[in-house]
């Protein structure tokens, strides 16, 4: 696709439940990164992967949130026994490569609702 | 951590007045990125700075990086309302992939 892609778009859990955010970077991309935007707030680093591995899991909340990226492409975000203050934005992006030369582009956001 | 401060938090003006977001640090900044953000949308890249004292022009808008890598602006020139959103500066950092934005400021432009 021409973007980066977001699926859902919108999700709305029961507390308590287990939730799976999945992003599609752009053709050719090989850096990913996952953050989490709050309503008021800038969007907060949770995760970078290069190719397949996760080079920094830093931004990771807690042991509940868990993200893969098995083939180098689509990656999915974990997130288990989902708590109210998980409601956010999450907001994947990806670049050709880490460098800092390389634009990095967002997603539309899988905005989450936990009730 | 690093933090990145944004002044001021919002912004609202008139079409056609000038407009400027600041960004400050109480360190060094890598290099500064800046985004803009339209509502209920995700951030879309502008702009990066990387040299001190550097300064970049997007037709209306204007970027500049302090002299002392500690600070950056954006100014609009003659707003207007397809300027309407959230603009953020974001620091790339030593690690060359984590962003660090900062709280962002709204904009709103009354026609």
């Known amino acids: 696709g021409a973007g980066v892609s977001q699926t859902p778009s919108n999700k709305v859990t029961e507390k308590g439940k287990y939730v799976e955010l999945r992003c599609d970077p752009i053709s050719g991309h090989t850096a990913l990164y996952w953050y989490r935007q709050s309503l008021g707030q800038g969007p907060e680093f949770l995760i970078y992967f290069q190719g397949t591995g996760a080079a920094d899991d830093s931004g990771l909340p807690n042991d509940r949130f868990f993200a893969v990226r098995p083939e180098g492409s689509v990656s999915t975000l974990k997130i288990q026994r989902t708590e109210r203050g998980d409601s956010a934005v999450y907001l994947c992006a990806s670049s050709l490569s880490p460098g800092s030369g390389n634009t990095i582009y967002f997603g539309e956001g899988s905005w989450l609702t936990v009730v | 951590g690093q933090q990145v401060m944004q002044i001021p938090q919002y912004q609202h003006v008139q079409e056609g007045e000038d407009f400027t977001t600041y960004c400050n640090s109480s360190t060094t900044l890598s290099n500064i990125q800046w985004y803009k953000q339209r509502p209920g949308g995700h951030p879309v890249f502008l702009i990066q700075?990387?040299?001190?004292?550097e300064v970049k022009k997007q037709k209306r808008l204007t970027f500049q990086f302090g002299e002392a890598k500690k600070n950056s602006s954006l100014h609009i020139t003659a707003t207007q309302t397809t300027d309407v959103g959230t603009y953020f500066c974001a620091d790339r950092g030593g690690s060359n992939y984590k962003l660090t934005f900062g709280k962002g400021t709204l904009l709103t432009v009354n026609p």
């Open positions: 700075l990387v040299k001190s004292g």
